[in-house]
């Protein structure tokens, strides 16, 4: 009985030994112990290897991992190897979406260093993923909306929208933000644009994205036609001195053949004030 | 043919005894039941990891069945003389052989289907959705499992159960590199020496051709042809084996 209890005594102690070094251990400081450990990450062919027919099981364990890893860090620091790691993770398994989406995510976090370097490796992840994952629009509109809220790159932004509209599954709403950023930024001619709202309106889903889309195609219509009557009705004014009342005062000039009329067939007004084009968009209706 | 079906029944009623087959099992249960917590940790898909770890545990721990049976699956009859009554009856020494195989590969059956089936669940509880291609993500890795059983029988006619064990787990790592050695024969010059690879390549098992893992987690589209051959190569691989077992059998001195 007496050597049971001692034996137990020694083990009670020799527990509680291990234990006090282990909290004395963590205690003590140790210079930059973030990113050494890194060091020895070995290539993705070699953990594909080590994996033995389970590079997904391999690409789970360091994608857990980073997300902790990289948690340590303050947005003003330098995410040591960060583009790497999440590189590693892809090659080993390339159909994994999240990878992408929270590597891109997690660079973005960064305030520190230089944002055109960082938002070069942000679009290297995302047109790597798009690569990989050729029919994921979420990708690719999760690319556009990071480029346009945290970037303000509008242009980079449209890009990776066009891409998500031209996957088979996008839905609608995709095709509508490329239209109105395209529109928003000039980045097209007024046919292009009539164009592009003919077709998604043509590929709208609902009655909500027909509307919307229909919407779209108005304004790109009157924007043409403003193009092309608001002058006539300049010119009218500086011949006779006033501006036209109704249309037929510019076909009895010559100016037109007839009077124009709106997507709908509605005919425009005129506005007597600054003398321009009115349109009259009544899109429920139709 | 009775002969053999009462030494299968015999060898797994006898592992079902065996308390080190609970242990890989339970362990098995257990790291399927912790892919919802490694799942809990990530951002995104849990269910993609919770498939990823019980794919990986269900092929692993059956692995390990196979390796460690291999050490008891004929040394225990020798050992306990039991295999000179079954001899002694009418039954063939290659019968005795095909049991055991038989045998083991019942075990490793039950052990994939008790997996699967609480991995199937799991993934249900994660995600909401019945995932059957998990069941045949099972039946691929149970056409794997075969092919190692039968090496398993080999080693363990061939050679020292620890040994033998060894050996099962060579062909197992090797296996899955094979493909890798493949790939070797485009690097080295010399037809000569391209030749002598390709012909130990066909020698072994490419057990990677097993797995289709990625297309089950990652709801891929599966070739039938690709199974249809997967099958044809995973019996053509058990048949040659035990038939090379039967012949070191047939011949061996068991005293």
Known sequence: MKRTIGTLAIVATLIGVAVVSEVRLGAIPRPDPLGRELLYLPSPEILKILSLGNPGLAADVLYLWSIQYYSFFEPHERFLYLETIFNLITDLDPLYADAYRIGALIMQIQTSGDQEELKKAVARIFDKGIRNLPKNWQLAEAAAWDFFIRFKDRKIATHYAAIAARMPDAPARIKRMVGVWRDEDSAWTVEDSIDYWRRALDDAEDEWDRVMCMGQLYDAIVARDRHTLEPLLREFRSRFGFCPREWDDLIRAGALSQAPVDLFGDPYGIGSENCDLVAYKRIKDQ | ?255
């Not at chain 2, 306990?80 to 590969?105: D, E, H, S």
């Not at chain 2, 794997?144 to 064990?165: D, H, K, N, Q, Y």
């Not at chain 2, 050695?181 to 000569?192: H, I, K, S, Y």
């Open chain 2, 1 to 255: 043919m009775r002969a053999t079906r009462a030494i299968a029944a015999n060898t797994f009623r006898e592992a079902i005894r065996d308390r080190i087959l609970y242990l890989f099992v339970g362990f098995a249960v257990v790291m399927v039941l912790s892919s919802k917590l490694f799942g809990m940790l990530t951002v995104g898909d849990e269910g993609k990891i919770v498939k990823d770890i019980g794919l990986a545990s269900m092929q692993f721990f059956s692995m390990l069945i196979a390796v460690m049976m291999s050490m008891i699956l004929v040394s225990r009859e020798i050992d306990n003389r039991t295999v000179f009554n079954i001899l002694a009856k009418p039954v063939r020494r290659w019968q005795f052989l095909l049991g055991k195989y038989l045998g083991l590969a019942m075990i490793i059956g039950a052990n994939l289907v008790l997996i699967t089936f609480v991995l199937i669940i799991t993934v249900f509880i994660v995600t909401g959705e019945l995932d059957l291609m998990l069941a045949f993500a099972g039946i691929m890795t149970m056409l794997e499992m075969l092919v190692l059983a039968a090496f398993a029988t080999l080693f363990a006619v061939l050679t020292r159960p620890i040994l033998g064990s060894l050996m099962t787990l060579a062909v197992y790592v090797v296996g899955h590199l094979s493909a890798d050695l493949w790939l070797l024969t485009r690097q080295l010059p010399g037809a000569f020496t391209k030749a002598v690879i390709s012909v130990v390549y066909y020698l072994l098992p490419n057990l990677e051709r097993f797995n289709f893992r990625t297309e089950v987690v990652h709801d891929l589209e599966i070739p039938v042809a690709a199974v249809g051959w997967t099958v044809v190569y995973a019996m053509a691989f058990v048949a040659l084996v035990l038939v090379l077992a039967n012949l070191r059998f047939r011949t061996r001195d068991l005293k």
